[in-house]
Nanobody, 119 residues
Framework: QVQVVESGGGLVQAGGSLRLSCAAS????????MGWFRQAPGKEREFVAA????????FYADSVRGRFSISRDNANNTVYLQMNSLQPKDTAVYFC????????????WGQGTQVTVSS
């Protein structure tokens, strides 16, 4: 089992920044990728960003590319999501997920952290 804990959400004004953290613990040796998804009220969960664990490659949704940056701390099995130039449309619950080569849907998900961007 893998435990996933997100932190760093909060309320910020439009144009501001936040950094989310995601710490994975437990059986993390099989991790192939870690990623962030978000879900706004009344909308489906959507992909935000991901990082492949072996190569360190990063992937972004078009809606956040250039504003968000995903990075990692290998030693602590932690990934970060630096979010800059935040907009009200970024308001959502942000979830971190650990993929162990099973696909995101079957990965290990955290409980989520709320990000609210006021206009």
């Amino acid at each position: 089992q893998v435990q996933v804990v997100e932190s760093g959400g909060g309320l910020v004004q439009a144009g501001g920044s936040l950094r989310l953290s995601c710490a994975a613990s437990g059986r993390t040796s099989s991790t192939t990728a870690m990623g962030w998804f978000r879900q706004a009220p009344g909308k489906e969960r959507e992909f935000v960003a991901a990082l492949s664990w072996s190569a360190g490659s990063t992937f972004y949704a078009d809606s956040v590319r250039g504003r968000f940056s995903i990075s990692r701390d290998n030693a602590n099995n932690t990934v970060y999501l630096q979010m800059n130039s935040l907009q009200p449309k970024d308001t959502a619950v942000y979830f971190c997920v650990v993929d162990q080569n099973t696909g995101w849907a079957r990965g290990y998900w955290g409980q989520g952290t709320q990000v609210t961007v006021s206009s």
